[in-house]
């Protein structure tokens, strides 16, 4: 590729267009829409990461809490999907994170939920909730509340960090 060319492309990049969220929950579904049935059921705003790379990224503008499921059982390995890591590579959508929910299956024993705990540990914010599967009623219950007392302004975790 010419240099020409290249600084192109990078300027193309550098200008992309972006989907700004205020959402206080931000979740990840891939196309058989288990977790976004679950997230349907807390009926509250929440914005779905993009499945495809050719939709424009999502890009946190106030802070949130994630909710991803966990994919595969290889002892943990693929447990990210790709479309989270981009998601987590923009650094607004790092510094705004303020807590993980993680869906997962517990035959995957000692890596249920692996994908959680471990964005959870890398960025530095707590596991809030897991749950097993698409989830119970007493799940979407749990979470619900959850989250309205995490986002209670006088909770710690409402603040800026």
């Known amino acids: ?10 300027n193309a990049e550098a200008h992309e267009s972006v989907n700004l969220t205020k959402s206080q929950l931000i979740y990840f579904s891939s196309v058989s829409e288990n977790t976004k049935r ?8 929440a914005a779905r990461i993009p499945v495809f790379a050719t939709e424009p990224p999502l890009i946190s503008a106030a802070p949130y809490v994630l909710l991803i499921p ?4 290889e002892r943990g390995k693929h447990s990210i999907v790709p479309q989270i890591m981009k998601f987590l590579r923009y650094d607004e959508n790092r510094v705004n994170l303020r807590g993980v929910i993680g869906a997962g299956n517990t035959n995957f024993g000692e890596y249920y939920c692996i994908a959680a705990k471990r964005i959870a540990q890398k960025c530095n914010v707590p596991v809030l909730y897991t749950f097993e599967l698409m989830g119970t009623s007493e799940d979407v219950l749990k979470v ?4 309205e007392t995490f986002w209670t302004p006088a909770s710690p ?3 800026e960090r």
């Open 1 to 10: 590729m010419s240099p020409t060319a290249l600084a192109d492309k990078q």
């Open 38 to 45: 679950f997230v349907d059921k807390l009926e509250m705003n």
């Open 70 to 73: 966990t994919y595969g059982g």
């Open 144 to 147: 619900k509340e959850g989250l």
């Open 157 to 159: 975790n409402w603040q």
